[in-house]
């Protein structure tokens, strides 16, 4: 089942800012605690010292019993008024060594805080932990004790947790609202690609626009106008090969049932035997030609994943020869293969072979009875230069840019030799997917020279010690 993006956004988010939020206030919390400790412990301190400094002054004539009276100045203390909510939560006692208990603060128990008579101590008193320090005269003349109640502390720091949690805690509805705007505007370009998409037809493989979109979504949109562009491209090779396969088949199915009804209408069996003759080559026409089209249909599909291997050229070359060889033979065409050492190149072994068969078929075709076809394959740096000339009519020089064009025949041998002129279109979509080049120019022996270069696989050479040269001649 399919997830909401901006809810899986929203409950994260939530949760992650939750749970931040609750580790940095139970951190908070006991920070504060640990503040408020040591904060209260130096008010102690500090009130300690002022009430010693006081008692000194105090006393520098007399005794503690003869400045303070314990009921006067106990009904005092009870009679005065807190001013403050946390006035009265520290006690103190001046406790005199040989008078006992002479002053105290309300708050302050009876009996002796601490045994302690310097510095910082606990107390458990009536089961509450009091917090005091003490201080005393030098003579050991008397003792005053500052104290406060564990459960105070504790009291003031939930007190000042719960304002902060006051005015932390409705800010995370507010937060949620925010970050609820946030990612909503965040994901609106994904949004209004999700329109623009749900909004296009089928036909309809115009590439997306990029501007506005975060740079997250780019890349996706790119890949999918790469996607619109190779469903274009495959449907544009459809309606090519749709519209040249009617194109072409048309005139000769037309011929085709022509004869067909002459041979069914004649009582010549010599008339018959021409008609059926010539059907059968239409037939044979026709098959050749759907066979070019699917090629050409096939490779020009072909992706940029060509599975490519390393190819032996030559044995390549050799085999193309060998599979042409009846045809030559029939024309009595002579074919001589020259090299000067072993050659392979990366590709697709089944393209290449198609490459070298139709360049060879395209020079035997149109090459003239006891012709001759010359193929040759030599290095130029790392460049491997595989060219096929024929002695054959040849075209003009302001042609050979519509060689690679679909179903284009020169008018000089349109009339002459049969052919569909999907033949080197077919070579030059496989060298272009091979990053190959081909050119055409006029060959030293008066036909076409096509030559294709290709990259050569980087290794040591296998040299010959003698150029090699194959003829493929008439068979007696």
């Given at each position: 089942?399919?997830?909401?993006?901006?809810?899986?956004?929203?409950?994260?988010?939530?949760?992650?800012?939750?749970?931040?939020?609750?580790?940095?206030?139970?951190?908070?919390?006991?920070?504060?605690?640990?503040?408020?400790?040591?904060?209260?412990?130096?008010?102690?301190?500090?009130?300690?010292?002022?009430?010693?400094?006081?008692?000194?002054?105090?006393?520098?004539?007399?005794?503690?019993?003869?400045?303070?009276?314990?009921?006067?100045?106990?009904?005092?203390?009870?009679?005065?008024?807190?001013?403050?909510?946390?006035?009265?939560?520290?006690?103190?006692?001046?406790?005199?060594?040989?008078?006992?208990?002479?002053?105290?603060?309300?708050?302050?128990?009876?009996?002796?805080?601490?045994?302690?008579?310097?510095?910082?101590?606990?107390?458990?008193?009536?089961?509450?932990?009091?917090?005091v320090y003490s201080i005393a005269n030098n003579n050991g003349e008397y003792v005053i004790h500052v104290g406060q109640r564990d459960d105070i502390r504790l009291a003031i720091t939930q007190e000042i947790a719960k304002q902060q949690a006051f005015y932390f805690l409705p800010g995370l509805?507010?937060?949620?609202?925010?970050?609820?705007?946030?990612?909503?505007?965040?994901?609106?370009?994904?949004?209004?690609?999700?329109?623009?998409?749900?909004?296009?037809?089928?036909?309809?493989?115009?590439?997306?626009?990029?501007?506005?979109?975060?740079?997250?979504?780019?890349?996706?949109?790119?890949?999918?106008?790469?996607?619109?562009?190779?469903?274009?491209?495959?449907?544009?090779?459809?309606?090519?090969?749709?519209?040249?396969?009617?194109?072409?088949?048309?005139?000769?199915?037309?011929?085709?049932?022509?004869?067909?009804?002459?041979?069914?209408?004649?009582?010549?069996?010599?008339?018959?035997?021409?008609?059926?003759?010539?059907?059968?080559?239409?037939?044979?026409?026709?098959?050749?030609?759907?066979?070019?089209?699917?090629?050409?249909?096939?490779?020009?599909?072909?992706?940029?994943?060509?599975?490519?291997?390393?190819?032996?050229?030559?044995?390549?070359?050799?085999?193309?020869?060998?599979?042409?060889?009846?045809?030559?033979?029939?024309?009595?065409?002579?074919?001589?293969?020259?090299?000067?050492?072993?050659?392979?190149?990366?590709?697709?072994?089944?393209?290449?072979?198609?490459?070298?068969?139709?360049?060879i078929e395209n020079a035997i075709k149109y090459s003239p009875e006891k012709g001759k076809i010359k193929i040759c394959t030599v290095r130029e740096k790392n460049k491997l230069w595989f060219s096929v000339e024929d002695n054959g009519p040849g075209i003009k020089k302001e042609e050979y840019s519509r060689l690679t064009q679909r179903f284009y025949r020169s008018v000089e041998t349109a009339n002459k030799t049969e052919g569909s002129g999907l033949g080197l279109s077919i070579v030059h979509r496989i060298a272009s997917l091979h990053?190959?080049?081909?050119?055409?120019?006029?060959?030293?022996?008066?036909?076409?020279?096509?030559?294709?270069?290709?990259?050569?696989?980087?290794?040591?050479?296998?040299?010959?010690?003698?150029?090699?040269?194959?003829?493929?001649?008439?068979?007696?």
């Amino acid at each position: 089942m399919s997830k909401s993006l901006k809810k899986q956004l929203l409950f994260y988010l939530l949760l992650a800012t939750t749970l931040v939020w609750g580790i940095t206030a139970w951190i908070s919390y006991h920070k504060i605690q640990q503040e408020v400790a040591e904060l209260f412990n130096a008010e102690l301190a500090y009130s300690g010292g002022v009430l010693h400094a006081f008692v000194e002054t105090m006393l520098h004539e007399g005794s503690l019993s003869e400045h303070w009276d314990p009921e006067h100045t106990s009904n005092l203390l009870h009679t005065h008024k807190i001013a403050h909510k946390y006035a009265g939560k520290i006690s103190f006692q001046l406790w005199s060594l040989e008078d006992g208990l002479i002053l105290r603060s309300q708050s302050a128990p009876v009996f002796e805080l601490s045994k302690s008579y310097n510095g910082y101590s606990d107390t458990l008193i009536d089961g509450q932990l009091w917090h005091v320090y003490s201080i005393a005269n030098n003579n050991g003349e008397y003792v005053i004790h500052v104290g406060q109640r564990d459960d105070i502390r504790l009291a003031i720091t939930q007190e000042i947790a719960k304002q902060q949690a006051f005015y932390f805690l409705p800010g995370l509805p507010l937060l949620g609202l925010l970050i609820w705007a946030i990612v909503s505007r965040a994901l609106k370009p994904v949004n209004r690609l999700k329109e623009q998409l749900s909004q296009r037809e089928a036909g309809y493989l115009e590439p997306l626009p990029t501007q506005g979109l975060p740079e997250e979504i780019i890349p996706v949109v790119e890949e999918l106008n790469k996607l619109f562009e190779q469903l274009e491209q495959a449907f544009e090779n459809e309606r090519n090969f749709t519209s040249d396969a009617s194109h072409e088949l048309r005139t000769p199915l037309a011929g085709v049932l022509t004869q067909v009804q002459v041979a069914s209408r004649t009582d010549d069996p010599e008339l018959r035997h021409q008609a059926l003759d010539k059907a059968q080559q239409a037939v044979l026409k026709m098959s050749r030609m759907v066979q070019q089209l699917l090629t050409l249909s096939r490779i020009q599909t072909q992706n940029q994943s060509l599975n490519p291997v390393a190819i032996d050229i030559n044995s390549e070359i050799i085999m193309a020869i060998s599979e042409q060889e009846l045809l030559a033979h029939n024309k009595n065409i002579d074919i001589e293969y020259q090299t000067t050492e072993s050659f392979a190149i990366k590709g697709n072994q089944p393209l290449i072979s198609i490459l070298i068969r139709n360049l060879i078929e395209n020079a035997i075709k149109y090459s003239p009875e006891k012709g001759k076809i010359k193929i040759c394959t030599v290095r130029e740096k790392n460049k491997l230069w595989f060219s096929v000339e024929d002695n054959g009519p040849g075209i003009k020089k302001e042609e050979y840019s519509r060689l690679t064009q679909r179903f284009y025949r020169s008018v000089e041998t349109a009339n002459k030799t049969e052919g569909s002129g999907l033949g080197l279109s077919i070579v030059h979509r496989i060298a272009s997917l091979h990053e190959a080049e081909v050119t055409f120019s006029k060959s030293k022996m008066g036909g076409l020279y096509v030559l294709v270069i290709f990259d050569l696989i980087p290794d040591k050479p296998k040299s010959l010690k003698n150029k090699r040269t194959r003829r493929f001649k008439k068979r007696s």
